[in-house]
């Protein structure tokens, strides 16, 4: 299965929403099109919808991560939300949410960072 991205811009937030699979095949691109898009909307935050996501492997936690130390550098803050299972325990063992904040779902997570759905 492919991956499909929807990238929405809300205020200073960049709800970045991804479908499938996240695998070495499609994380450079995945990479390059979240760099342009908070480039491109002025984004200082993100919030990383993952609730159609079915498959990631090291490569995609490793383009998460960037994007995390990107947004760091500016002050910013990464969400990550709407988690299934398998993709959590991934989370879970790299120990990335030692460093991302995972809230339950979408709406909550803009809430925590000041923007209303």
């Known amino acids: 299965m492919q991956?499909?991205?929807q990238f929405i811009a809300l205020e200073n937030v960049l709800v970045v929403r991804l479908?499938?699979?996240?695998?070495h095949h499609s994380a450079?691109?995945?990479k390059m099109e979240w760099q342009e898009q908070m480039q491109k909307n002025n984004s200082k935050h993100v919030v990383l919808n993952l609730e159609n996501l079915q498959f990631m492997d090291s490569s995609g936690l490793g383009v998460v991560l960037?994007?995390?130390?990107?947004v760091q550098q500016i002050g910013g803050e990464?969400?990550?939300?709407?988690i299934s299972n398998a993709v959590k325990?991934?989370?879970d063992l790299?120990?990335?949410?030692?460093?991302v904040r995972l809230e339950e779902n979408e709406a909550f997570a803009l809430l925590t960072?000041?923007?209303a759905s």
């Not at 479908?19 to 695998?23: I, K, M, P, W």
């Not at 960037?66 to 990107?70: A, H, L, V």
């Not at 990464?78 to 709407?82: E, F, K, Y």
């Not at 790299?94 to 460093?99: P, R, T, V």
């Open 89 to 91: 325990r991934l989370f």
């Open 78 to 82: 990464m969400v990550v939300c709407s």
């Open 3 to 5: 991956l499909a991205t």
């Open 28 to 30: 450079a691109h995945l």
């Open 19 to 23: 479908e499938g699979e996240l695998d």
């Open 66 to 70: 960037g994007r995390y130390k990107e």
């Open 113 to 115: 960072l000041g923007v």
């Open 94 to 99: 790299s120990g990335l949410f030692k460093i």
